[in-house]
Structure formats: structure tokens, C-alpha cells
């Protein structure tokens, strides 16, 4: 329980999330780049597998990569993420 408590107050990194809006903007930029710069936060990678993870979309597999979570919520829920995040 406080890992959980913890990795909730990682700050994220300003740089990082700009870079994650810029990808999202940029409509040649595919899933595994958007994942990669994610990666690099680690506050907005676990809070994002998190939400995906949650009761509220009722998943019957946990989903446990970056990647899935991006198809899974889609730009728009993971572009609040990162925002909220930081």
C-alpha cells in the first residue's frame, strides 16, 4: 500500500510532458514513441496504467504495458493524465 501512496507524489518532469503532447499532437507519431517518452516518467506511466486498470472500465485482463493502456483509454484520457500528473 505505500508504494501505491508513493508513486502517487512522483512529480513529473515538465520536459517530459511536453514531449508527450507534442507526440500526441503530432499526427505521424505512432503509439510505441508516445509509450517510450512515457516511459521516461515514471509518475505518469503508473498513474496511466492505473486509470487503465481501474473497476471503472470494467477490464477482464489487467492490462500491464504502456502500449495497451495507450489503445486502450486513447490519446485524449492519457493526454488529462499526463496534465493532472504533473
Known amino acids: 500500500m505505500a508504494t501505491k501512496i508513493a508513486s502517487d507524489q512522483l512529480p513529473s518532469l515538465p520536459q517530459v510532458l511536453v514531449r ?3 507526440a500526441i499532437r503530432n499526427d505521424n507519431t505512432d503509439y510505441r514513441s508516445i509509450a517510450e517518452i512515457i516511459r521516461q516518467d515514471s509518475g505518469v506511466a503508473t498513474k496511466l496504467i492505473s486509470v487503465a486498470n481501474s473497476s471503472f472500465y470494467g ?15 486513447g490519446t485524449d484520457i492519457v493526454k488529462t493524465i499526463a496534465i493532472t500528473t504533473s
Open 20 to 22: 508527450i503532447l507534442d
Open 59 to 73: 477490464r477482464p485482463k489487467s492490462c500491464q504495458s504502456i502500449e495497451r493502456a495507450l489503445l486502450f483509454l
